[in-house]
């Protein structure tokens, strides 16, 4: 058994690190480059970058910032925002990136992933999956969006995480929309729900902020990893005390 991994994510807006709550509200909070060194040297097992504003203004992922700090890293990078086409992922690969994150274009294109998958590896795709969940609904439900968290489209969150492994994705980045900024803890209900279905790892992401947090995330929804960034950009916390308390709590991270 491959050991759980503690992944921080920088999203990035005109090259600057930025974060609000619920995909709204950014502000800014560094440099990409500067912060996705210091989690490293902190222990952080990968880093994920995301131009969150790539889509939204039609445009490709800033090579530049990619290529300066994939240059800075030594653990595994995923790079997404923007990405459109199998000749998008193999630029950014060339740029540095060891994974590339797909969201917007694989649900216009769900054949996309096996297209990625073919050419690169399953290893090198990931599918980002931004769900959020539909009110009042028993069992819940959830609705899938786009362009940053922006547009539901008529895809439910489950069975469309599903199909993505199914079509070639190697990975699932697993986003509760909902719980994104809150530091409530995971939608553990949709992670579990995910990584009970699909035979590649889920990263859980959208809540944490507590070593508590991120045990739930991976002992009770089965994630084979989770991802946070706020609560560390803000300085309450940092990788080494997170994984301190999960060795605590009997799980030991890479």
Known sequence: MLRPRLIVCLDVKDGRVVKGR???GL???GDPVELAARYEADGADEIVFLDVSA???NRGTFLDTVTRTAEALFVPLTVGGGVRSV???ATLLRAGADKVGLNSAIVRDPALLGRAADAFGSQCVVAS???ARVPGETPP???VHTHGGSRPVEREGVAWAVECAERGAGEVLLTSIDQDGARTGYDLDLLAAVSGRVHVPVIASGGAAHAGHLYDGLVRGGAAAVLL????HDGLTTVQSLKEGLHERGVHVR
Not at 229 to 232: D, N, P, T, Y
């Open 229 to 232: 960034a706020g609560v560390l």
């Open 129 to 131: 999956v931004d769900a």
């Open 87 to 89: 000749e998008d992922i």
């Open 27 to 29: 502000r800014d909070v």
């Open 22 to 24: 619920r995909f709204q």
């Open 141 to 143: 439900r959830w609705t």
């Open 55 to 57: 889509t939204l203004e």
